[in-house]
């Protein structure tokens, strides 16, 4: 008796044990007397592996949703999104990753009939023209009257074309687009802003172009632009803060000097040390270009002021560029007095020693007599 009871009880169970995992994941809903809806959806998520200049990758998350509905009993519609990401390698070797988007549908009908629908996004590429590949324009008058909606679009690759516009008018009609630099900076400077980061590279791109086009007609405006690549030239993604510093390159051998120092100054006191870093090496970079000249109109001793605050900064960025500097002011000011044709009646006062610490904090003189000691006498070691 026991031993049939328990094969019985083994046949009862398997067919409930099957029941009830056939009825997980799904539900049964009457509809209209006759009409059952099953629905059952499933989310996988997958990474795509982009590689940008060479070395760095960036992973972008793909979706697959796809959804099967029974209706009317016979009647069964499938519908599929579907998310694809493709690699665009451009100049060489930087990739971009562009998103393609297509949605097929397959729908039976009356338990035989099958119908597919699909709508497929054309392919988009994202390709970062060099200054020197980009091409002239074939419609000039067409391209100025279509740039500012175009910048001002919705449509990110719309945007992306508009600013290659904008850099091909630099080069070639800079006198045409003159006229709208003030509508256009504000809308480049909201494309830097893009959390895209094709649109931000390539507006990063077109800033670079204008500057080297523009050179001083663009001071009113480069507050918001010198925000913007001092921000871009400090973050994490390697193509963009590669292309950002490019820019800030551009602006310190395009503006002049005496306009654009002041501009840098305020951030060299930022409370970010790398927007702190990206300032002090373009002002370092900017006031060789004053001359020798230049620099005692502009104030040596407001200049080493500026230096001696960086030489004690956190990131080294700001401390070599601070050296830099130092050692650029000693040589001019070295030179100023050696060539000088009346003989100071106070010889002592001559002096870089004496002139440090006739303009600094005891500390802070000390700190930078120590830099261009050591570094002075390295060079006429080496020179030696």
């Known amino acids: ?59 972008v998350q793909l979706k697959k949703i796809p959804a099967s509905d029974q209706i009317n009993g016979g009647e069964t519609e499938n519908v599929q999104l579907k998310k694809i990401s493709a690699s665009v390698q451009v100049n060489g070797g930087e990739t971009e990753n562009v998103q393609l988007k297509k949605i097929p ?38 391209c100025l009257k279509n740039l500012l909606p175009g910048l001002d679009s919705k449509d990110w690759i719309l945007v992306v074309e508009a600013l290659n516009d904008v850099r091909r008018l630099s080069i070639f009609h800079k006198e045409r687009m003159r006229s709208i630099l003030s509508d256009l900076i504000p809308l480049v400077v909201k494309s830097l802003k893009n959390p ?16 080297n086009a523009y050179n001083d007609e663009l001071i009113d405006s480069l507050d918001p632009l010198l925000v913007q690549l001092l921000l871009k ?8 803060c590669e292309a950002a510093v490019r820019a800030l390159e551009a602006m310190t051998t395009s503006v002049s000097p005496t306009l654009l120092l002041p501009k840098l100054q305020p951030y060299l006191k930022n409370r970010n040390p790398r927007i702190r870093a990206k ?11 004053l001359g020798a000249e230049g620099i005692k109109e502009y104030g040596i001793d407001k200049l080493i002021q500026v230096a001696a605050s960086q030489l004690s900064d956190q990131l080294p960025e700001s401390r070599e560029a601070a050296r830099s ?3 650029e002011l000693q040589n001019v000011y070295e030179k100023s007095h050696n060539l000088s044709t009346a003989v100071s009646e106070h010889p002592e006062m001559v002096s870089w020693e004496n002139f ?29």
């Open 1 to 59: 008796m026991s031993g049939n009871a328990l094969r019985d009880l083994n046949t009862l169970a398997a067919p409930e044990r099957k029941n009830d995992r056939s009825s997980k994941g799904s539900f049964t809903k009457p509809c209209n007397g006759n009409t059952i809806e099953n629905v059952e959806e499933q989310q996988r998520k997958s990474l795509a592996s982009v590689q940008l200049n060479g070395g760095e990758t960036e992973n």
């Open 105 to 142: 549908a397959s729908v039976q009908i009356n338990g035989g009939e099958t119908v597919n629908v699909g709508v497929e996004v054309a392919n988009s590429e994202v390709e970062y023209i060099q200054s020197e590949n980009l091409s002239d324009l074939e419609d000039v008058d067409t």
């Open 196 to 211: 895209r980061s094709a649109v931000c590279k390539t507006a990063i791109m077109t800033s670079t172009d204008i500057f």
């Open 233 to 240: 030239s400090s973050q994490d993604k390697r193509f963009v």
């Open 279 to 289: 300032a002090s090496m373009c002002f370092s970079r900017s006031v060789p270009r």
């Open 325 to 327: 500097l130092l050692l």
């Open 356 to 384: 440090c610490l006739s303009k600094l904090s005891p500390l802070s003189a000390q700190a930078v007599l120590r830099v261009t000691t050591n570094l002075t006498r390295e060079g006429v070691v080496i020179g030696s």
